[in-house]
């Protein structure tokens, strides 16, 4: 039987105890009104765990792990001053392993926070802008406490959490996190030409949030019968649907819905997902999985980079000492969209790191988060390096090429040691 208090009388003690491990939802999904609580009350647990796969809500800082030790797969969002702060655990891991390492308890969750919508006439609720691994959550704790928001929509999920799945409920109305649109530059726009070439009628794409996907889906508005299959979508998408050019109808499966695992956007997205058949929210077991990523037709994967050596290894974590990525889905998808029959995988980054010199660099870094092996396509603004089947010196000139001009007298020695040895 879920038990319904007043957020204002939430003593968490009652439910949390000392020594235990919360996983909560991330991104737009997180409970915002659970964590303000828990920061509040932390002191006074003995000592608790958490698990927070990104954070955009500003609630996350250093101070937090003063009582509350923090892990993430990377510092994504507000973590990232965590991280800075030396207060941040790092999970090297796949967003498509995280629910099987929940499940195995490898990601100890004790205790589950999730924002859930109302509930539907059976008494059953929404997870609402968050799918991926919460349900994993949801299954694997011994207390399910519950922020039932009235402002979150009622989204499509490949299952509902009943009521009595819930031990504890508060009810809250106010805007869930919203992540407005990245502001285009023309360096933006320029990658985001070359990667538009890729795209085709009928293409179904993976793509994320920030001024590169949004410049990418402002160029294909003259395409026809678009798909997604994304762990996250943002509010980009939104113009391609009401222009009909997104339309999953040639998809073989999942014909007519877009899926996803995230919502990351404005109340103009959570608007449009709200009990709209056509967008499908998955727990990452789906969104993420090698079968079904490779079974997709014509799959395009757009995914960005930190840096990329002149190999074609690719970070996306770490600038010299400072943590500021993460592992996140882009392995999943660089080998889905090179795997799919007619699909590509794209690796966008712009040449240079403002006057922090080239980010196409003779030796990474940072760690390596996809290897070469894996990597089909590096784009820069500069244009499109095809690497995939391609030997280490021929990938070495290639990427030279799209380096930005001032860099490329310098990387020519370590392109030239690589054609001498052959590797």
Not at 20 to 26: H, L, S, T
Not at 154 to 169: E, G, K, Q, Y
Not at 204 to 215: H, R, S, T, W
Request: include cysteine; charge should be negative; proline fraction near 4%.
């Amino acid at each position: 039987m879920t038990e319904w208090i007043a957020s204002e009388a939430l003593a968490l003690d009652r439910y949390v105890r000392s020594g235990d491990r919360i996983v909560w939802g991330q991104a737009c999904g997180e409970p915002t009104t659970l964590v303000e609580t828990l920061i509040a009350q932390a002191a006074g647990l003995g000592g608790v765990s958490a698990f927070a796969g990104s954070s955009f809500s500003g609630l996350l800082t250093p101070e937090m792990g003063e009582h509350v030790s923090l892990s993430s797969m990377g510092a994504i969002g507000a973590l990232r001053s965590v991280a800075k702060a030396g207060r941040l655990g790092i999970i090297p891991c796949h967003v498509g392993q995280i629910s099987n390492m929940i499940e195995a308890g490898l990601i100890g969750c004790d205790v589950a926070f999730v924002q859930v919508s109302p509930s539907d006439t059976d008494g059953n609720h929404s997870y609402g802008l968050i799918n991926d691994y919460v349900q994993a959550a949801v299954a694997k704790a011994r207390v399910v406490i519950a922020e039932v928001n009235e402002q979150v929509p009622f989204t499509h999920c490949d299952a509902l959490l009943p009521a009595s799945r819930i031990d504890l409920a508060i009810k809250v109305s106010h805007p869930p996190v919203e992540v407005k649109p990245a502001a285009i530059g023309d360096i933006d726009r320029a990658i985001a030409k070359h990667a538009a070439e890729y795209i085709g009628d009928g293409s179904v794409l993976q793509i994320g949030i920030g001024a590169v996907p949004d410049a990418v889906l402002q160029l294909v508005s003259d395409r026809r019968d678009l798909g997604i299959h994304s762990g996250m979508i943002g509010d980009g998408l939104l113009d391609l649907v009401e222009a009909g050019v997104i339309t999953n109808a040639r998809k073989m499966f999942d014909a007519g819905i877009s899926i996803t695992g995230a919502l990351i956007g404005s109340r103009r997205l959570y608007d449009f997902a709200h009990r709209n058949p056509a967008v499908g929210m998955r727990a990452s077991g789906y969104t993420h999985a090698d079968a079904v990523l490779t079974a997709i037709p014509r799959f395009v994967t757009i995914n960005s980079a930190l840096e990329v050596d002149l190999t074609g290894q690719v970070n996306a974590e770490q600038v010299g000492s400072s943590y500021v990525g993460g592992t996140g889905g882009q392995v999943d998808y660089v080998r889905g969209g090179s795997r799919s029959p007619g699909g590509r995988s794209i690796i966008a980054l712009p040449a240079t790191a403002g006057n922090k010199g080239s980010r196409i660099v003779p030796t990474l870094g940072g760690p390596v988060t996809t290897g070469r092996s894996e990597v089909d396509i590096i784009i820069t603004e500069f244009g499109a390096a095809e690497l995939k089947g391609q030997t280490l010196v021929e990938r070495a000139r290639r990427l030279m090429a799209i380096a930005h001009p001032d860099y490329r007298e310098g990387l020519a020695q370590a392109a030239h040691a690589i054609a001498k040895r052959g590797y």
